[in-house]
């Protein structure tokens, strides 16, 4: 049987030290890069961030937003960028947060989770607002091809605690209630295990839910910027298990360059400080 | 001072009746309609949508999903079927269902509400799960245009019921509170009234939140195959202010193709039935 997702990045962990590089190719980053802000420099940045990345972090998370906005140019450059990543021996996360409903949720996750898809990546984010039950089709496509699926649970942003705290009718608040589905998902719910990961913010307070029994990937974005530290995600996540957890890092780090070279110290030093942290 | 979307649509419902139909290139409508399931298939399926549709109904609305999984191909197809809408004199919501924060947020915004965007589109459907302050850029763009932004808030899938009910600290339920706050952006809270709708699924019980101070557009899917109605869409959005429900029809409309005059014969029918329905 295949690895399932966690599997695969608990290994890739092993090697390199836990960290989730962002690719973001913001119109601010692109500038500061001096590139221009065209899919040719989407293309441009992309690859220089897998050239860096290569064998000093284990996994990639391209922000689709940012090619996005530049419609079919732009996703014509992330293809490329997935690719390069795939060569490399990085795993991908493609940042996409999509999410929907019976055929239109088949249709996403056959974009992102299809091996024949020009956009397949490792694992796709998804936003649960109409139910982690509606997300089956990218649940089902992905254990099949030993990728995952990130559930955003408990976003990093303020804005969002007051929907993710509410109570639900069968007790706990939304963002426990999910972590629990998650963990069923992964423990049994599935037919590979480690294929359902969530996204906790590095800002928040510790998760009511025990994240030991989640078995899979937590990605830690707000690690940087956004006000995370080392020692934030080392009391955040102490319970989670080992090669479980991507605390990730963009706008920080990639400001680091462009020089390849010293983008890739940069990432190398800050994965062996989130290595020591995480222990 | 631009209309706000809300005006725009009241507008067009005026003179055609209340109806947004999908445009949904799935797999299967693709083979139904003896088109290949690649980028050309997805535009022809989207161009004879827009033939069909123009003058007849009011509103179109592109299914994201069904173009994104085949890549930049599918994107570039999309990207003709919504210029063509917009010579047709169709207004275009683009159903991407996107969501994120700050600059990622202001990147898809960019994406589907900036006039110079290649995809850029009349309204964009968005998911609140990070909440409704997050997506400010998207709200602050499309009032700077006259645009929409469509939040998902009562979707029309089971699934979605137990997060959507879940009760906040503020004391409303998760919809109820978005319902309010939406409410208030469109009194107010933006520089443009009606620049914020809602997804109201058609196939639910009538909203604890008064509608008729909602102020912006009601997009209603679940109508034909999900189950919906001409009488639970009466009964349901009896209180909206004139011309601001558009209940969707997608399958159910789309199995009548691909003969331009039989599928135009279909939405002319089904969108005089809805006028009646909603007076």
Do not use: H
Request: aromatic share 4%.
């Amino acid at each position: 049987m295949t690895d399932g997702f966690a599997m695969k990045v608990a290994k890739a962990v092993a090697g390199t030290g836990p960290m989730c590089a962002g690719i973001d190719p913001s119109a601010d980053l692109l500038g500061a890069w001096g590139l221009p802000d065209t899919p040719d420099g989407l293309r441009a940045f992309g690859l220089a961030c897998v050239e860096a990345f290569a064998g000093v972090v284990p996994v990639v998370k391209p922000q689709v937003a940012f090619f996005e906005r530049m419609g079919s140019g732009g996703m014509a450059a992330l293809e490329e960028v997935l690719a390069a990543a795939r060569s490399a021996g990085l795993l991908a996360i493609a940042d996409a947060k999509r999410g929907d409903i019976g055929s239109t949720m088949a249709a996403y996750a056959s974009a992102w989770l299809d091996p024949a898809s020009p956009l397949v990546a490792d694992a796709l984010t998804v936003m649960p607002y109409m139910g982690l039950g509606a997300l089956q089709p990218a649940l089902d496509l992905a254990a099949a091809g030993g990728r995952g699926v990130i559930v955003v649970t408990r976003s990093s942003n303020p804005e969002g605690r007051s929907l993710q705290t509410a109570v639900t009718a069968a007790g706990p608040s939304v963002e426990d209630q999910l972590l629990a589905e998650v963990a069923a998902l992964n423990s049994g719910g599935l037919p590979v295990p480690g294929t359902v990961g969530v996204v906790i913010g590095a800002t928040l307070e510790p998760s009511a839910f025990d994240l030991s029994g989640l078995g899979g990937v937590v990605l830690a974005p707000g690690f940087g910027v956004q006000g995370g530290t080392t020692e934030t995600v080392r009391t955040l996540f102490a319970g989670c298990a080992p090669g479980t957890v991507l605390p990730s890092a963009s706008r920080s780090l990639l400001s680091t360059g462009p020089d390849v070279g010293t983008l890739r110290d940069s990432a190398a030093l800050e994965c062996e400080a989130l290595r020591t942290a995480l222990g």
